[in-house]
């Protein structure tokens, strides 16, 4: 296939190229888009599952409060337990000693509870802190992911108008090719006509030539002798006219014949000009101009 540049400077190569790198982006941004597509639902997925885990560490905290809420009933009843104990404190001394480290124990099982009833405390506020970035990070892929599906659809609408420009630049080339082919024709038509025409023209102005020649041949074979020095110099001119009209008259042929190939040479302008005065010398004689 070949590519050239039109008469206006349509490089048809380097548009046919513009468009090839048009593509292979669109392809590439597709493939990002998709791309972008598949981490937001991976991340959606991600964000169900900490859901699920937010759900069951909300349930263990009821269950943990539901126990320390036992507790504190057992601790209750066991504090009225201790009541009584008090005041059989002088008939159950052993009794009140036994319950007394009872209660050091329960104590302690409570203090651990309420330790690990923190920890499970901070643990949830960790896990909402890390639900709310996860959120925002959502959030932000989803605005990012709608900026990049507009400048998709700013590039189809782009591609879309280079292709339109694209096609009504080849009509138009297709045109002015169609224009510039028959242009040529006629051209080519006129240029014979005219070729042939500069043949029969000088041949019919040799014709004449050659004739007015054969009888100034004739004429200086049969009546040189009795002419004058003017006379001959008058003949010697009528000849040199003679010569320098057939040379004219091939040259203008020669002329018709080039075309475009012409090629430029050096002229002597001093030859030229004496060839011009030698022309015009009767004129010159008449008008009685100086040289």
Same mark, same amino acid.
């Given at each position: ?33 998709? $791309? /972008?597509?598949?981490? !937001? %639902?991976?991340? =959606? @997925?991600? *964000?169900?599952?900490?859901? &699920?885990? +937010?759900? #069951? ?40 000693? $036994? /319950?007394?480290?009872? !209660? %050091?124990?329960? =104590? @302690?099982? *409570?203090?651990?509870?309420? &330790?690990? +009833?923190? #920890? ?40 879309? $108008? /280079?292709?339109?420009? !694209?096609?009504?630049? =080849?009509?138009? *080339? ?5 224009? +510039?082919? #028959? ?59 003679? +010569? ?48």
């Amino acid at each position: 296939m070949r590519f050239g540049v039109s008469e206006y400077g349509f490089d048809e190569r380097s548009y046919m190229v513009d468009l090839v790198a048009t593509k292979r982006e669109l392809a590439f941004q597709n493939a990002e888009r998709e $791309k /972008r597509a598949a981490e !937001l %639902v991976i991340a =959606n @997925k991600e *964000l169900a599952y900490q859901n &699920e885990e +937010k759900g #069951k560490r909300a349930a263990e905290l009821i269950l943990a409060n539901k126990a320390l809420v036992i507790q504190n009933e057992e601790k209750e009843k066991r504090a009225a337990e201790l009541i009584i104990a008090n005041k059989a404190l002088v008939i159950q001394n052993e009794e009140k000693e $036994k /319950r007394a480290g009872e !209660l %050091v124990i329960a =104590n @302690k099982e *409570l203090a651990f509870q309420n &330790e690990e +009833k923190e #920890k499970r405390a901070g643990e949830l506020v960790i896990a909402n802190k890390e639900l709310a970035f996860q959120n925002e990070e959502k959030e932000k892929r989803a605005a990012e992911l709608i900026v990049a599906n507009a400048e998709l659809a700013f590039q189809n609408e782009e591609k879309e $108008k /280079r292709a339109a420009e !694209l096609a009504i630049a =080849n009509r138009e *080339l297709v045109v002015q090719n169609n224009e +510039k082919e #028959k242009r040529s024709a006629e051209l080519v038509i006129a240029n014979k006509g005219l070729e042939q025409f500069s043949f029969i023209a000088s041949h019919d102005l040799q014709e004449p030539l050659r004739t007015v020649a054969n009888y100034m041949q004739v004429f200086e074979e049969d009546y040189m002798h009795l002419l004058d020095d003017n006379a001959r110099q008058y003949l010697q001119s009528v000849n040199s006219a003679v +010569k320098r009209m057939s040379t004219l008259v091939k040259s203008l042929l020669d002329f018709s014949r080039l075309g475009r190939n012409t090629k430029l040479s050096f002229v002597d302008c001093k030859a030229l000009v004496q060839v011009v005065i030698s022309d015009l010398q009767t004129m010159i004689r008449t008008s009685k101009c100086l040289t």
